[in-house]
């Protein structure tokens, strides 16, 4: 068995925060004793990912995802726990190491504001020591892939948000690290540019073999990218597992859509009634009921088309962090 | 030693395109390079006037040879790093240099000399027109003009060093902008930037002499100007290479513990 490219173990960040209330005395107070309270940001996870593995990681903003990212990318100490990737101890930040990684961070910036994209890049050449073939190899697949042709001589001020996006990807990409973490890549962007952005992902996993550990607020990203999901709420890990056993575990009810001639006013006898509009019914109907409901609709009802879907992901999500499900903190 | 060359000129050609893009504040920037000493140097030549003259051996020609030397040395050893770095740190441009494979002090270096590539030929026009202006006297020693040039080299890499260092104060508090007055406050008194050292009193000249403030500006000033003997001058470049070797020690332990914090608070 191969060892896994990230391997963490009880992983636990603790910040110590200073706190006081607002107003005078409190300012006169804090200066002769601080107050101190302890934040667990992230309070003892553990996984494994495999090389080559594509991974989404998923949580409500504060759970600790972008503390977890910094951590394994080495520039958070843990306050406990185990942690390596590629072998290496992060925080250690050793060259080696260094070399084989990178973080994407949606506002961060690896290019100079004033100059061209290309200009960057050849600094990123000489602080990563590429061989000039290679370097010349890697940028002109990076160009075609992203389609950054006409921007890398412009400055990178001059450049739309989205534009500039993918050329900071494409920074963050010359080395080939085999470990990429992204921190809402396509935070931001249009649609069309997320799903580019996306398939440029796929394809640089598919042809690296990257290890890839990605946050996201947009759920077609995960879904596009993701077979496995790892979800973290208030620093605990919630579920780990492959993104379809997520929606079954946390969804109670399926959404049946009907489409008939007319609504009729008897509806919600088939189940809770979402819309209705021109016939085009939607119903969100208990999953156990599913199948009773769905026979009873074809037989009761002129249906001329009737579909089953589960809720939408974000659904799935929104009432995973909601409820705290008790039985799903443990993995 | 190849790859780090490497790196130099790739951070040497995005800081001068860079600063180009800047012109404007590039020019500001050194007319108060060139109105402080000149401030100084009209104060000082009145003073001198108004003393019959001279004033503690000085005569204004004296002065005026003092300053627009001082002017050339300030402007080619000046650092801005102590202003930077916490701006660096509050909007955590330094995650993304402490995630590069190389130290971060490389890319401050190259981006140091190549904006002095750009500044230095304004500066030494500025002191051809100044000398034009205030006529100082200048007795030049050939082999005290030849010492000049390494004491202004290692002028360099100790202020930078020192600056540097404490730049690193960032990392424990938020507001070092008043650390850094403090700094600079002791820098105009005891560098010789406000008045040659040897106008001050003795415990001062001392302070200055055994803190590598007298050593960062005023001895290369003092050298070119011909005042200090071969003797006074062994003496400098020894105490330059002592505090150099000092900062660096410094220099390193104040990095790793820097980072220390700040991996454990912000990252």
């Known amino acids: 068995m191969t060892p896994p490219a990230i391997h963490t173990q009880d992983l636990t960040k603790i910040y110590t925060v200073s706190e006081r209330e607002a107003g005078m005395r409190a300012a006169v107070q804090s200066l002769v004793r601080r107050r101190t309270e302890e934040v667990r940001a992230v309070d003892g996870i553990s996984f494994d990912l495999a090389p080559g593995e594509v991974v989404g990681f998923l949580g409500p903003n504060g759970a600790g995802k972008t503390t977890t990212l910094k951590m394994l990318s080495g520039l958070l100490h843990p306050s406990a726990g185990a942690l390596s990737v590629l072998g290496h101890t992060p925080w250690k930040r050793e060259k080696d190491f260094l070399r084989r990684i990178t973080l994407v961070m949606g506002q961060r910036n690896q290019l100079v504001w004033d100059i061209p994209a290309a200009d960057s890049f050849e600094l990123n050449r000489a602080i990563y020591r590429l061989p000039a073939g290679d370097f010349k190899r890697t940028v002109d697949e990076l160009t075609e892939l992203l389609d950054l042709g006409p921007l890398l001589k412009k400055p990178v001020r001059n450049l739309s948000l989205g534009e500039r996006m993918k050329c900071e990807i494409a920074a963050a990409l010359l080395h080939r690290p085999q470990v990429v973490f992204l921190d809402e890549p396509t935070i931001g962007l249009d649609v069309t540019m997320q799903r580019r952005i996306r398939a440029f992902f796929a394809g640089y996993n598919q042809r690296f073999g990257a290890t890839i550990l990605l946050t996201s607020h947009y759920m077609n990203d995960v879904e596009a990218l993701c077979r496995r999901v790892i979800v973290i709420h208030e620093g605990r890990l919630l579920f780990d597992g492959d993104l379809a056993s997520l929606v079954q575990r946390f969804t109670s009810h399926k959404t049946v859509v009907v489409q008939l001639e007319i609504c009729p006013d008897n509806l919600d006898a088939y189940g809770e009634v979402v819309s209705c509009e021109d016939g085009l019914a939607t119903l969100r109907v208990p999953k156990a009921e599913t199948p009773r409901v769905t026979a009873r609709l074809l037989a009761d009802l002129p249906v001329i088309d009737l579909t089953v879907e589960d809720p939408p992901i974000e659904e799935v999500i929104e009432r995973v962090f909601a409820n705290s499900f008790p039985e799903a903190e443990k993995p | ?267």
Not at chain 2, 36 to 50: M, T
Not at chain 2, 105 to 133: F, Q, R, Y
Not at chain 2, 160 to 183: G, P
């Open chain 2, 1 to 267: 030693m190849m790859a780090l060359a490497q790196l130099y000129q790739a951070q040497f050609r995005i800081s001068l395109a860079t600063m180009i893009q800047y012109r404007a504040s590039l020019v500001i920037w050194l007319l108060g390079q060139v109105l402080e000493p000149v401030i100084y140097l009209i104060v000082w030549s009145n003073v001198s006037a108004a003393g019959g003259g001279s004033v503690g051996g000085y005569t204004t020609g004296d002065f005026a040879a003092y300053f627009i030397v001082l002017m050339v040395v300030n402007h080619l050893t000046y650092t801005w790093i102590m202003w930077e770095y916490e701006y660096r740190v509050r909007e955590g441009t330094l995650s993304a240099a402490l995630l590069r494979p190389v130290h971060p002090i490389h890319a401050d270096v190259a981006e140091n000399l190549s904006s002095k590539v750009v500044s230095t030929p304004g500066i030494l026009l500025t002191a051809l027109v100044l000398s034009l202006i205030f006529r100082p006297t200048l007795h030049l020693v050939p082999w005290a003009a030849v010492a000049f040039l390494p004491a202004v080299a290692l002028a360099f890499v100790l202020r930078f060093l020192v600056e540097w260092s404490l730049a690193q104060a960032a990392f424990w508090t938020t507001r070092v902008t008043s650390l850094n007055q403090l700094f600079f406050v002791a820098m105009l008194f005891l560098s010789g930037q406000m008045a040659p050292l040897t106008l001050f009193p003795p415990a001062v000249q001392t302070a200055a002499a055994l803190l590598p403030f007298r050593w960062v500006i005023s001895f290369p000033v003092e050298l070119l100007l011909g005042n200090l003997t071969p003797q006074e001058t062994i003496t400098g470049f020894a105490a330059q290479a002592g505090w150099i070797v000092l900062s660096l020690v410094l220099l390193r332990v104040v990095w790793r513990a820097g980072v220390r914090v700040y991996s454990a608070v912000s990252g």
